[in-house]
């Protein structure tokens, strides 16, 4: 029988005592465990309830799975999911795929750290720090057992994970409602500022110019009006640079295709090298057949791009978005070729996402951005119709701008399956 974290809501009390002592025992400054709390103000007839959460070392865990360099081992005499940082590249991809909120990104030393079970006190008999030092009891260690019902808790993400934790209360059946509150730290934590929106503008400089290489690769198989040649060559040169902007330690940017198994950021990486390889090879020898074999390897990419999101958003959550790889290259195939009815039919189609998800989106930023988006897409629309000239840069800047602007929301809209969204 596996053992793991017992969680009996009843008794927390919300002092963060479990957090701290995580903290103080292994010398971090992140916060390894969590206290998500409703009704601070004893407002009645609810109940005062907390829940204290942090790596609870799945027996299916997506964070061991989804990492590119294989960072993530599980040691088998403790269970305890355990992360290397001299193979860890700093990706993040792991904060998107674990639904607990664990792993955190140390912006200093360039890597992953998280709640490691405390193996080392396990294996020298000892209970975990955050167990041993809770005062109410609500926080303990031991058997978890095999006939546990996640189903039963509407709140869990990813139930099929196998987490090694149990939860006790009154409402055990379904577990507590719980409102998740702003957190306040036990002990200051000295970081650096969060440089996500710049890794974020990094993936979509990436996505977006490996979706207009492609493109204009697959186009030029059907006209020899296509751009190609030194911009071609330019288009996944760049791309490939921009994306060594979200990794924190470049130096270890070989290993991201050390887990092509199961990682579908490694799958994404080596298709991506495989396709610059290809059309690096077809615009300097210009060998029969090898742009063919190129696009074909590009529509893979593509496909594998919009997997390495779905992968973090759960399975069956994914939704259809305006700026997914694959409906935007078509789009882009339609307007290269000058296909009127595809491009229309594919336009409609990313309008209404569009309108979708400005409806969803009501700040005044954003919904300027998407308007914006929207009008250079339907200005673009008419030019087609009209059977105007498609080719002159003007519109052809109009419409890779919104396209421009179509990745950025993608990127904005983006949710993992996380827990702090789940709590209702």
């Known amino acids: ?29 992140f916060r390894a465990r969590n206290i998500y709390s409703s009704n ?17 070392h799945c027996d299916d865990p997506p964070c061991l799975i989804g990492c590119p360099s294989v960072a ?8 305890a999911i355990l992360i290397d940082p001299q193979k860890c590249l700093g990706c993040g991809y792991c904060t998107w795929n674990c639904p607990f909120d664990s792993p955190r990104l140390n912006e200093e030393k360039g890597i992953i750290e998280k709640c490691h079970f405390c193996f080392n006190r396990l294996e020298d008999g000892y209970e975990p720090s955050c167990t041993s030092s809770c005062p109410t009891g609500a926080l303990t260690y031991g058997e978890i057992p095999e006939t546990i019902r996640y189903s039963n808790y509407l709140w869990m993400p990813q139930k099929e ?31 650096k500022p969060d440089s996500s929106e710049s890794r974020k503008w990094s993936l979509v400089g990436f996505t977006f110019l490996t979706t207009l290489s492609v493109a204009i690769n697959t186009s030029a198989i059907f006209t020899e009006k296509i751009i190609n040649g030194s911009f071609t060559i330019a288009l996944v040169v760049v791309a490939g640079i921009l994306s060594l902007f979200h990794l924190r330690s470049v130096s270890k940017a070989w290993r991201a295709v050390s887990n092509l198994i199961s990682s579908p950021l490694s799958r994404e990486i080596a298709l991506f090298i495989i396709y610059a390889f290809l059309v690096i090879l077809n615009q300097i020898i210009e060998i029969p057949c090898c742009g063919i074999i190129a696009a074909v390897a590009g529509i893979f990419l593509v496909l594998m791009i919009d997997s390495v999101y779905s992968f973090s958003t759960g399975k069956g959550a994914f939704s259809l978005h305006s700026g997914q790889a694959l409906l935007t290259v078509m789009l882009m195939i339609s307007f290269l070729l000058n296909a009127a009815i595809p491009f229309i039919f594919l336009a409609l189609i990313k309008m209404v996402l569009t309108i979708r998800q400005m409806s969803v989106r009501i700040q005044i930023d954003s919904f300027v951005f998407r308007f914006l988006r929207l009008a250079l897409l339907f200005i673009t629309a008419m030019v087609v119709v009209s059977g105007m000239d498609s080719d002159s840069s003007g519109i052809l800047l109009a419409f890779l701008t919104g396209e421009l602007f179509d990745r950025k929301s993608f990127y904005d809209d983006f949710r993992p399956m996380n827990i702090k969204n789940s709590l209702i």
């Open 72 to 79: 993530y081992s599980k040691d088998h005499n403790t269970g």
């Open 40 to 56: 601070k103000g004893c407002y009645t007839p609810d109940p005062v309830i907390n829940l204290s959460m942090a790596c609870n």
């Open 161 to 191: 994970m196998r987490p090694s934790m149990q939860i006790k209360g009154s409402d055990e059946y379904y577990g507590p409602v719980i409102v998740p509150e702003k957190q306040v730290d036990v002990i200051p934590i000295m970081e």
């Open 1 to 29: 029988m596996r053992k793991g974290f017992i969680f009996n809501y009843e008794f927390c009390v919300g002092c963060k005592a479990c957090s701290a002592a995580c903290m103080l025992e292994n010398g971090w400054n």
